[in-house]
């Protein structure tokens, strides 16, 4: 199974490549064609992950932090959460750049392999940017009256968070 | 303008705090640090993310997403009953969902809004059932190969940065699992 994990990168790749060859796509100009989509991707986050992460590093240095991961452990440890991904959770629904930049901090402070690093890892791969993704859908349509969409949202997010926690601890013990 | 508000806000939150905690040196320090981190941050995970949104190119270019689409298109039909007999609505919905899972999120956002835009002709400026059902589905990822967050790892020194899939698919599962009951229930209950 480790193996599988290990060679998964390399094999989904190569399995990508035969199909696409056999479907007589030109892999090579497509691949260099989507790389350079993905460094303009990253050009345009860069200027807002620059934004959040210094405002998120002096959240940090301040001990706002602590005092909210503080007063809210005692809910957080209830739900099966550890209080230190309390800041991933508020910005992970309104910013995917925030969430990125407190999610890749987590995991260099406690170890891409440790049971907060995958944790973290885990809630950034399993949820959306909510807020930003209802404004765009409800904003191209023109809708005013969004009904349940936000409650039905924020209980799917809440879910990932639990279930993350929740499902590191199976996988990994 | 909501950026603004929280952006500023955390800045004068963290100088307060830091100041009466008496932390103010190191919010100093992290405020002229924040910057190159982000810089780190980026370069660190650019090769690996370029890489993948080449691969998923390819992928797209040899009909992958439209294949997975057609195989969609039956459960999509139950989920939406509403819009079931609008086809060109189906349409992209099905387009939208194998986007949303083969990770090519600059093609789903486009295939949702068309989709979006098909369900609220019935009922314009109120979300109908089967566009909340739609946005609250795209609000929760569904992405099979979360490359991003494996890049992160994988730059912190991560020897299988994919060791996290299983758990990263049970959480996504039970995240749009509930998203989609949220939906039901609400439907019936919601009184506007």
New interface residues.
């Given amino acids: 199974m480790d193996l599988f994990f290990t060679m998964l990168v390399p094999l989904t790749i190569g399995v990508i490549a035969i199909y696409a060859t056999f479907r007589r796509v030109d892999v090579y100009s497509a691949l260099v064609q989507g790389a350079g989509s993905g460094l303009e991707t990253l050009t345009r986050i860069v200027p807002s992950l620059i934004g959040l992460m210094t405002a998120v590093y002096m959240l940090r240095a301040s001990g706002a932090l602590e005092l909210l991961a503080g007063a809210l452990a005692p809910v957080m440890d209830r739900l099966g959460l550890p209080p230190e991904l309390l800041p991933l959770m508020l910005v992970r629904p309104i910013s995917g750049s925030a969430a990125l930049g407190v999610g890749a901090e987590l995991i260099s402070t406690y170890g891409p392999d440790s049971q907060l690093g995958r944790t973290a890892a885990v809630m950034l791969g399993s949820t959306e940017t909510t807020f930003y993704t209802i404004a765009v859908y409800f904003g191209a349509v023109k809708i005013t009256r969004t009904r349940y969409a936000v409650p039905a949202a924020l209980c799917a997010d809440l879910t990932g968070f639990l279930a993350a926690a929740w499902a590191v601890r199976v996988c990994f013990g | 303008m909501?950026?603004t508000v929280?952006?500023t806000g955390?800045?004068a939150?963290?100088?307060?705090?830091?100041l009466a905690?008496g932390?103010g040196p190191?919010?100093a320090?992290?405020?002229v640090?924040?910057?190159g981190?982000?810089?780190e941050?980026?370069l660190s995970?650019?090769g690996m993310?370029?890489?993948?949104?080449?691969?998923?190119?390819?992928?797209?270019?040899?009909?992958?997403a439209d294949r997975l689409s057609r195989l969609l298109a039956p459960i999509l039909r139950r989920l939406y009953p509403q819009a079931a007999r609008d086809r060109a609505a189906m349409d992209a919905i099905s387009a939208n969902v194998s986007a949303n899972l083969l990770g090519l999120g600059?093609a789903a956002?486009p295939l949702?809004?068309e989709a979006?835009?098909r369900?609220?002709r019935h009922s314009?400026?109120?979300?109908s059932d089967a566009?909340?059902t739609?946005?609250?589905c795209?609000?929760?990822?569904i992405?099979l190969?979360?490359t991003?967050?494996?890049t992160?790892?994988a730059?912190?020194?991560?020897?299988?940065?994919?060791?996290?899939?299983?758990?990263?698919w049970?959480?996504?599962a039970?995240?749009?699992?509930?998203?989609i009951l949220?939906?039901k229930l609400?439907?019936r209950i919601?009184r506007?």
């Fill in positions: 909501t950026m929280i952006w955390m800045v939150l963290s100088i307060l705090c830091g905690t932390r190191e919010v320090a992290a405020a640090e924040g910057a981190a982000a810089v941050l980026a995970i650019a993310l370029c890489l993948w949104t080449g691969v998923m190119e390819v992928m797209r270019q040899s009909g992958l600059s956002t949702g809004l979006a835009r369900l609220a314009p400026g109120v979300a566009l909340c739609l946005v609250v795209n609000t929760a990822s992405q190969i979360p991003t967050v494996a992160v790892r730059a912190e020194g991560c020897a299988a940065p994919f060791d996290i899939l299983p758990a990263v049970l959480a996504s039970l995240s749009v699992g509930v998203g949220a939906c609400f439907a919601w506007d």
